[in-house]
């Protein structure tokens, strides 16, 4: 119990901390979704019109805004906090339920806890609403039960957990995140071998059938959800790897995983990979090879989308340390936690936090408006912040769009990509008025003449390393005529 205690502790502190802004999906494909759901007040992107993303995602994240609403509640600190909080809650449950599969052995499941525990990327991301930390969740308990499992068929008549529990819980996890077969269906079929050999097939008839019932109900929810008959699996991947639209989120070469995302991920534990392969059992190596070669044949690449790869990596390192003298053991935990906390704390606290500050600001504003509706722009690459589910007030919100070419026009430009070409001549044609302006800083100088009839009323600290069309600081601009700021 203190280790599930401490387990949580990490997440949970984490989830009220975080105050910066790590990729679009953290809000704009869950608790913004969440929010329209519950309060009728939210902004669904194209990917909700084409029916890739299951609704449970959202839905799960409805609860907690719910009992807020229900409860009288629903601050605006409260509204953003509390999702966080349960991803962080069930990003530390499942993190225990593998430890306690793993700490059987008390040296590597010291060390599997200290890492998973501690790795940079566990803690900036665990207690983040993106569905990939869900799915690094699922992915996790599935573990646990499917090694519990290989111990049972050593010894088929010694039951202490029903290990086959593994599958509806990745039938569950492939109908969030139908990438997470890639993983799981090299591990299915080691099961079905070993099950042949030891117990017959038919005793996973009744494990099967609960899977077929996890995924009739995922399909019945998502079909109410959109009001349709509706398969999220099959319009994901006709949109996302048939015709290849993930390719507008950018390239990245086929080593990229291997050059770059794993060593960022890992730092010097990777040292540690190639001899742990030597040694490591199948269940472990092949999800591993078969997601990392599979992501790697796709043009779109994020460090995120191996997050569920961490719970094998993490095992194989464990393993490995343990074979070290005490000495370098001593030097090795040290190193890993002043350098994974302090880039943890500099990522959540500090870089990319003003597009957060500046959107939780904008009550504020209204208030100091009295009753006269609202009206915000934001002239940012889009969906650079968050939107309703961090405003939690009914306004009037205008930003700029890059919907896909999903009707393959020929010579398609995104409304993102024709505003930046012509700041000016763009401003001219909407013709908006709007009672805030809200812009990175590298964009000022351009749009000048539009911002005449506005003061600046507050700017916010956004990134050290500013990029592109992302500027170092986050500015307000008020109409003068609404807000005496």
């Known amino acids: 119990m203190k280790i599930l205690c401490r387990i949580l502790f990490v997440r949970l502190l984490m989830g009220l901390i975080s105050q910066t802004w790590y990729v679009p999906d953290e809000t704009w ?28 995602h959202p839905l799960l994240f409805s609860l907690p805004l719910l009992l807020l609403k229900l409860t009288g509640l629903d601050s605006q600190f409260m509204v953003v906090l509390l999702p966080k909080l349960m991803q962080g809650g069930i990003t530390g449950l499942s993190e225990y339920c593998l430890y306690r599969v793993i700490g059987q052995n008390e040296r590597v499941g010291s060390w599997f806890l200290l890492i998973t525990l501690f790795n940079w990327h566990t803690l900036y991301s665990g207690s983040r609403t993106l569905i990939n930390s869900l799915e690094y969740s699922l992915t996790s308990l599935a573990l646990a039960l499917y090694i519990t499992l290989t111990r ?14 593994y599958l509806p819980v990745i039938a569950l996890c492939f109908m969030l995140r139908p990438t997470s077969a890639l993983i799981w269906i090299p591990l299915v079929i080691l099961h079905l071998k070993s099950s042949f050999r030891y117990r017959g097939l038919l005793s996973l008839v009744p494990w099967v059938l609960l899977s077929v019932l996890v995924v009739i109900l995922c399909v019945s929810i998502d079909s109410i959800f959109y009001s349709q008959p509706t398969l999220v699996n099959f319009n994901f991947f006709y949109i996302n790897v048939y015709k290849n639209l993930g390719e507008i989120y950018g390239t990245h070469p086929w080593h990229w995983y291997f050059s770059s995302a794993l060593p960022s991920l890992l730092g010097p534990l990777l040292l540690l990979l190639v001899p742990g392969f030597r040694h490591a059992p199948l269940y472990l190596l092949l999800p591993l090879g ?63 936090r003003g597009v957060v500050d500046a959107v939780i600001s904008i009550p504020h504003y209204k208030t100091e408006i009295g009753n006269k509706e609202m ?46 070409s012509d700041p000016e001549l763009w401003l001219e044609q909407i013709n908006l008025n709007p009672d805030l302006v809200i812009l990175f800083n590298n964009l ?18 956004h990134s050290h390393l500013p990029e592109g069309r992302i500027g170092e600081h986050v500015l307000v601009f008020c109409k003068q005529s609404s807000v005496q700021h």
């Open 29 to 56: 494909q869950s608790v913004e979704v969440s929010h329209d759901v519950v309060y009728g007040v939210g902004y669904r992107t194209w990917e909700w019109d084409e029916k890739i993303r299951s609704s449970l």
């Open 152 to 165: 049972q068929d050593s010894k088929p008549r010694r039951f202490k957990y029903p290990g086959e529990l």
């Open 290 to 352: 078969v997601n990392l070669v599979c992501l790697s044949l796709l043009p779109h690449k994020e460090i995120r989308f191996l997050q569920s790869s961490l719970p094998f990596l993490v095992i194989i390192i464990s393993e490995q340390l343990c074979g070290l003298s005490r000495a370098r053991q001593r030097m090795i935990k040290i190193v890993f936690l002043f350098m994974n906390i302090l880039l943890t704390l500099y990522l959540s606290i500090v870089h990319q």
């Open 375 to 420: 009206s915000v722009l934001f002239l940012m690459p889009c969906h650079s912040t968050p939107l309703y589910s961090h405003i939690h007030t009914n306004i009037s919100t205008r930003f700029l769009h890059c919907e896909p070419n999903l009707t393959s026009s020929p010579g398609y430009m995104d409304e993102a990509d024709r505003f930046y």
């Open 444 to 461: 000022q100088g351009q749009i000048s003449e539009f911002l005449r009839s506005y003061k600046l009323c507050q700017t916010f600290f």
